[in-house]
């Protein structure tokens, strides 16, 4: 048993309760020390804090119909979504996902730093060309609808980090929809 040789650092005598007919003592072993708990402890509020950047990270804008035709796979190569950072510490943004609107998984090692923004662009290549800015990852698959829909981004454990609706009608400014504002 892969148990057998662990040093016992500490344990607790107790009675044997699984059976009424015996009595015998039972010895309960933690095989760390406090230590190392306190070490998995502070380890795990780290991670943990790594991943809460609810309130620290926004969507300041959105083209989900822009100016001209679509092309003939009906895509609009110059939809993005473009977030910033408004938080006091950088944002790490690897493997956190658009998991509902669009998909993108983003890449190793991409970090958000305080008051930056990124763009997520359908085409990058398109969109920094079209726009003349540097600050764009991409691609994501799938469409900003015109008709509006939920859009959400996810941590790297499936937790929603953001959720927010768009649209067409109400007080949602109707020059977003396909005249080339944002």
């Not at 009906?74 to 509902?100: M, R, S």
């Not at 669009?102 to 060309?129: K, M, N, T």
């Not at 003349?132 to 980090?161: K, M």
């Amino acid at each position: 048993h892969r148990w057998d040789n662990l040093k016992c650092n500490r344990s607790i005598n107790t009675m044997n309760k699984m059976s009424s007919k015996t009595t015998d003592p039972v010895q309960i072993c933690f095989p760390f020390s406090w230590a190392d708990w306190c070490w998995v402890a502070a380890t795990l509020a780290l991670l943990l804090s790594c991943f809460s950047v609810q309130a620290d990270l926004v969507v300041s804008e959105l083209m989900y119909h822009p100016a001209g035709e679509p092309l003939e796979d009906g895509t609009e190569p110059l939809e993005f979504i473009e977030l910033t950072n408004t938080g006091p510490d950088a944002v790490i943004l690897e493997n956190y996902a658009f998991a509902e609107g669009i998909e993108f998984v983003f890449p190793v090692g991409l970090r958000l730093q305080v008051g930056s923004y990124l763009v997520v662009a359908r085409d990058a290549a398109a969109v920094r060309e079209h726009y003349g800015i540097q600050n764009v990852t991409g691609n994501f698959t799938g469409l900003l609808s015109n008709a509006g829909e939920t859009i959400r981004l996810v941590d790297p454990l499936g937790e929603t980090v953001l959720r927010f609706r768009y649209g067409t009608v109400g007080s949602w400014p109707a020059s977003t929809d396909g005249t080339g504002h944002s």
